[in-house]
C-alpha cells in the first residue's frame, strides 16, 4: 500500500535509536527482542479499501514509555496475517513489564515527543486523498523479556461515512455506470497525536468529491466530532450523467464507527436531512442507517447565507458550488442571489400576504430596465395621501415630517411600498376624478415591474411576486455588495455601484420608499451615507427588483 506524505507540525528529524541501550544486542546481557503482532478490532487481515485487514508492507511506529526511550521504530507487516518486524528493532532489557503504543500510518519524519500530524483529507485540488493516507489507528499493549510478544489490537481513530447508490428502478443499475458524489460542508482538517491516538477536527469546512460506480458501495473517512450535539447535517449530491440529486444526512460521526447507507436515485419522495442517533461501536462495525430517499432537485447548502442563489422553485445552491458543474437548466433555473438571512417583522404586508415566506431576501440577477428611467410623476401630492383613504393593512411609505423624513428610511418594507403603489396606480376611480397619486402614462416603475413579472414569473408559493426594495434593503445590498456582487456575477448577471457618485449625477438604483410629492430615496450602493433622496422627473436610475422566500 502507497503511503502519502503527511505536513507535521515539527519537521525535526527523530534519531531512530539504533545504538540506545533499548535496542541492544550484545553478549553480556541477554535481552529478548520484542515480536510485534497487530490486528485490527480482533481482525488479523486488513485490505486497504474496508481498513478491517493489513496489506503486505504496511508499516507502523512503534514506541516505548522508557526513560531512554524507543521511539517512532518502523515496523513492516511481513504478510497478511499482522506479523510485523523492523530492520532496527526493540530489545527489552530488566525484568519489568513494559508498555508500548503503536500508530498507523507511519511516518518517520516527526519528533514523536511532539508527534502531532497536521492532516488534511482532500488535496489541492480538492479531491479526496484516499484512505491510507488518513485511518489513522492506534494502540496499546504490554511485553516484558520473559514474554516478548507484542500483541498490539489497533483501533481506528477517525469516522467513516460509506454510501451505497443505486436506481431501484432503472435498468442502469445492471451496467457500470460512473458516477460520482460529494459531500458538502465537512471539517476537512485536524490533527493526529501518535503519542495518545487523539484526532482532533479541524475548523475548515469544505467539500469532498468520490469519483465511483454505480450500484457499488464507496466511502470516505472524516474527522470525528467531540460530541454528537456538534454534528451538523452533511449536503450529498449526487451526478449521474446529466443529472443531480440532493439530500442531507447527519451522522454522528464518532471514532471508530462506519455510517453506511443506501441511496435509492428511484425514490423522489423523500430528501429530508436525516437526523440520526448512533451508539459508539468500536471498529469498522457497520451502523447500517434507514435508505435516503433523495430528490432531483437543487438544495445544495446546508446552512443558508449571503450570497446563495435562489432558484425558481425556491430551493437554493451554497454560493461556493461550482455552478460550472450543474447542467444548464438548473442553472436556468436560478432567478436571484440572497442578500438577507432572516424573517421580515417591519412588512406588515408581507406577512400577511406570504407568511411562509420567512426565509430571507433576494435580489434578481439583472437590472429591470436596461436604460436609465425616471420613476413617476406625482398628480396629488404622494402616494400615502391615496393610501390613508384605503382599508389597506400595511406600512405606510416615508413621509415628510417639519422637512425630515420619517423612520421607516430605516425598515424592509419594500413588498409593502411595492404593493401600495401598484394599486394606488389602478384605481380607476380616483382617474377620473384626478386624485390618483400617480399617472398611469408616466409610471415607469409599474411599468417595469409589470413586464419584469411577465418574463420571469413565479410560480410558488414559497417566493413572493417581485417588488421594488426599500431604501433599507438597497443599503443592505450595499453593505454585502461583494458577495452578493461575485455570487450575481457567478451565475451570469451583473450588479453595478457608482463608484463616482454625487447628487447631480445619473444613475444610481430607485427604491421603493418616497420622501415627498417630488422625491424618492435611492442609492449608488457605494457609501453609507448615500441615502439620498432624488427627483423624481430630474434624475434617471435603474429598478432592480427582488423577492422575498
Given at each position: 500500500?502507497?503511503?502519502?506524505?503527511?505536513?507535521?507540525t515539527?519537521?525535526?528529524?527523530?534519531?531512530?535509536?539504533s545504538g540506545?541501550?533499548?535496542?541492544?544486542?550484545?553478549?553480556?546481557?541477554?535481552g529478548s527482542?520484542?515480536?510485534v503482532?497487530?490486528?485490527?478490532?480482533?481482525?488479523?487481515?486488513?485490505?486497504?479499501?474496508?481498513?478491517?485487514?493489513?496489506?503486505?508492507?504496511?508499516?507502523?511506529?512503534?514506541?516505548?514509555?522508557?526513560?531512554?526511550?524507543?521511539?517512532?521504530?518502523?515496523?513492516?507487516?511481513?504478510?497478511?496475517?499482522?506479523?510485523?518486524?523492523?530492520?532496527?528493532?526493540?530489545?527489552?532489557?530488566?525484568?519489568?513489564e513494559?508498555?508500548?503504543?503503536?500508530?498507523?500510518?507511519?511516518?518517520?519524519?516527526?519528533?514523536?515527543?511532539?508527534?502531532?500530524?497536521?492532516?488534511k483529507?482532500?488535496?489541492e485540488?480538492?479531491?479526496?486523498?484516499?484512505?491510507?493516507?488518513?485511518d489513522?489507528?492506534?494502540?496499546?499493549?504490554?511485553?516484558?523479556?520473559?514474554?516478548?510478544?507484542?500483541?498490539?489490537?489497533?483501533?481506528?481513530?477517525?469516522?467513516?461515512?460509506?454510501?451505497?447508490?443505486?436506481?431501484?428502478?432503472?435498468?442502469?443499475?445492471?451496467?457500470?455506470t460512473?458516477?460520482?458524489?460529494?459531500?458538502?460542508?465537512?471539517?476537512?482538517?485536524?490533527?493526529?497525536?501518535?503519542?495518545?491516538?487523539?484526532?482532533?477536527?479541524?475548523s475548515?469546512?469544505?467539500?469532498?468529491?468520490?469519483?465511483?460506480?454505480?450500484?457499488?458501495?464507496?466511502?470516505?473517512?472524516?474527522?470525528?466530532?467531540?460530541?454528537?450535539?456538534?454534528a451538523?447535517?452533511i449536503?450529498?449530491?449526487?451526478e449521474?450523467?446529466?443529472?443531480?440529486?440532493?439530500?442531507?444526512?447527519?451522522?454522528?460521526?464518532?471514532?471508530?464507527?462506519?455510517?453506511?447507507?443506501?441511496?435509492?436515485?428511484?425514490?423522489?419522495?423523500?430528501?429530508?436531512?436525516?437526523?440520526?442517533?448512533?451508539?459508539t461501536?468500536?471498529?469498522?462495525?457497520?451502523n447500517?442507517?434507514?435508505?435516503i430517499?433523495?430528490?432531483?432537485e437543487?438544495?445544495?447548502?446546508p446552512?443558508?447565507?449571503?450570497?446563495d442563489?435562489?432558484?425558481?422553485?425556491?430551493?437554493?445552491?451554497?454560493?461556493?458550488?461550482?455552478?460550472?458543474?450543474?447542467?444548464?437548466?438548473?442553472?436556468?433555473?436560478?432567478?436571484?442571489?440572497?442578500?438577507?438571512?432572516g424573517?421580515?417583522?417591519?412588512?406588515?404586508?408581507l406577512?400577511?400576504?406570504?407568511?411562509?415566506?420567512?426565509?430571507?431576501?433576494?435580489?434578481?440577477?439583472n437590472?429591470a430596465?436596461s436604460?436609465?428611467s425616471?420613476?413617476?410623476t406625482?398628480?396629488?401630492?404622494?402616494v400615502?395621501?391615496?393610501?390613508?383613504?384605503?382599508?389597506?393593512?400595511?406600512?405606510?411609505?416615508?413621509?415628510?415630517?417639519?422637512?425630515?423624513?420619517?423612520?421607516?428610511?430605516?425598515?424592509?418594507?419594500?413588498?409593502?411600498?411595492t404593493?401600495?403603489?401598484?394599486?394606488s396606480?389602478?384605481?380607476?376611480?380616483?382617474?377620473?376624478?384626478?386624485?390618483?397619486?400617480?399617472?398611469?402614462?408616466?409610471?415607469?416603475?409599474?411599468?417595469a415591474?409589470?413586464?419584469?413579472?411577465?418574463?420571469?414569473?413565479?410560480?410558488?408559493?414559497?417566493?413572493?411576486?417581485?417588488?421594488?426594495?426599500?431604501?433599507?434593503?438597497?443599503?443592505?445590498?450595499r453593505?454585502?455588495?461583494?458577495?452578493?456582487?461575485?455570487?450575481?456575477?457567478?451565475?451570469?448577471?451583473?450588479?453595478?455601484?457608482?463608484?463616482?457618485?454625487?447628487?447631480?449625477?445619473?444613475?444610481?438604483?430607485?427604491?421603493s420608499?418616497?420622501?415627498?410629492?417630488?422625491?424618492?430615496w435611492?442609492?449608488?450602493?457605494?457609501?453609507?451615507?448615500?441615502?439620498?433622496?432624488?427627483?423624481?422627473?430630474?434624475k434617471?436610475?435603474?429598478?432592480?427588483?427582488?423577492?422575498?422566500f
Amino acid at each position: 500500500m502507497k503511503m502519502k506524505k503527511i505536513l507535521l507540525t515539527s519537521a525535526v528529524a527523530v534519531a531512530l535509536l539504533s545504538g540506545c541501550n533499548n535496542d541492544y544486542d550484545g553478549q553480556d546481557i541477554a535481552g529478548s527482542k520484542l515480536i510485534v503482532s497487530a490486528s485490527i478490532d480482533q481482525v488479523n487481515t486488513r485490505v486497504s479499501d474496508d481498513g478491517i485487514a493489513w496489506t503486505v508492507g504496511d508499516a507502523i511506529g512503534v514506541s516505548d514509555n522508557l526513560s531512554n526511550p524507543n521511539l517512532n521504530i518502523k515496523y513492516v507487516a511481513g504478510s497478511v496475517t499482522g506479523e510485523f518486524s523492523s530492520t532496527t528493532g526493540i530489545y527489552i532489557l530488566g525484568n519489568d513489564e513494559v508498555e508500548y503504543t503503536a500508530y498507523y500510518p507511519y511516518t518517520g519524519n516527526e519528533n514523536i515527543s511532539t508527534g502531532v500530524l497536521d492532516f488534511k483529507i482532500v488535496d489541492e485540488a480538492g479531491k479526496y486523498v484516499g484512505h491510507n493516507a488518513i485511518d489513522f489507528m492506534y494502540a496499546k499493549a504490554t511485553a516484558s523479556r520473559s514474554n516478548p510478544n507484542v500483541a498490539f489490537k489497533f483501533k481506528h481513530q477517525m469516522s467513516k461515512v460509506s454510501l451505497n447508490i443505486a436506481n431501484g428502478g432503472a435498468a442502469e443499475t445492471k451496467t457500470e455506470t460512473s458516477i460520482s458524489y460529494t459531500l458538502q460542508g465537512v471539517i476537512i482538517d485536524g490533527t493526529f497525536d501518535t503519542a495518545t491516538g487523539e484526532v482532533k477536527p479541524g475548523s475548515t469546512k469544505g467539500s469532498v468529491k468520490v469519483e465511483t460506480t454505480l450500484g457499488t458501495t464507496s466511502s470516505i473517512i472524516l474527522p470525528p466530532v467531540v460530541a454528537e450535539s456538534e454534528a451538523e447535517p452533511i449536503q450529498l449530491v449526487i451526478e449521474v450523467g446529466d443529472k443531480i440529486y440532493a439530500g442531507s444526512l447527519k451522522p454522528a460521526l464518532d471514532s471508530s464507527q462506519e455510517y453506511q447507507y443506501t441511496v435509492d436515485l428511484s425514490k423522489t419522495e423523500s430528501g429530508e436531512k436525516l437526523q440520526i442517533d448512533s451508539p459508539t461501536i468500536d471498529g469498522w462495525t457497520p451502523n447500517v442507517e434507514e435508505n435516503i430517499g433523495v430528490e432531483e432537485e437543487v438544495n445544495y447548502n446546508p446552512t443558508l447565507e449571503i450570497g446563495d442563489f435562489l432558484c425558481k422553485d425556491g430551493t437554493t445552491i451554497d454560493k461556493d458550488y461550482e455552478l460550472g458543474e450543474l447542467e444548464q437548466e438548473i442553472k436556468n433555473n436560478i432567478i436571484a442571489v440572497v442578500y438577507y438571512v432572516g424573517s421580515i417583522v417591519d412588512d406588515i404586508a408581507l406577512q400577511r400576504d406570504y407568511s411562509m415566506c420567512n426565509k430571507g431576501l433576494a435580489v434578481a440577477l439583472n437590472n429591470a430596465n436596461s436604460e436609465l428611467s425616471s420613476f413617476a410623476t406625482a398628480k396629488d401630492g404622494i402616494v400615502n395621501n391615496w393610501l390613508a383613504t384605503q382599508s389597506y393593512v400595511g406600512n405606510y411609505l416615508g413621509t415628510m415630517d417639519g422637512g425630515t423624513p420619517v423612520p421607516t428610511v430605516q425598515m424592509i418594507q419594500g413588498y409593502n411600498n411595492t404593493t401600495v403603489f401598484y394599486l394606488s396606480s389602478k384605481d380607476e376611480d380616483l382617474v377620473d376624478i384626478g386624485k390618483t397619486a400617480w399617472s398611469k402614462q408616466s409610471d415607469n416603475m409599474i411599468a417595469a415591474l409589470t413586464q419584469y413579472r411577465e418574463d420571469n414569473p413565479i410560480s410558488t408559493i414559497e417566493i413572493t411576486d417581485w417588488y421594488l426594495p426599500s431604501w433599507k434593503e438597497l443599503d443592505i445590498i450595499r453593505e454585502n455588495y461583494d458577495i452578493v456582487s461575485a455570487s450575481i456575477i457567478k451565475a451570469g448577471g451583473e450588479l453595478q455601484k457608482n463608484e463616482n457618485y454625487e447628487q447631480s449625477m445619473d444613475w444610481f438604483y430607485w427604491s421603493s420608499l418616497e420622501r415627498n410629492a417630488s422625491n424618492v430615496w435611492g442609492s449608488p450602493l457605494t457609501s453609507s451615507t448615500s441615502n439620498q433622496f432624488l427627483g423624481r422627473n430630474s434624475k434617471k436610475g435603474y429598478f432592480r427588483f427582488a423577492v422575498a422566500f
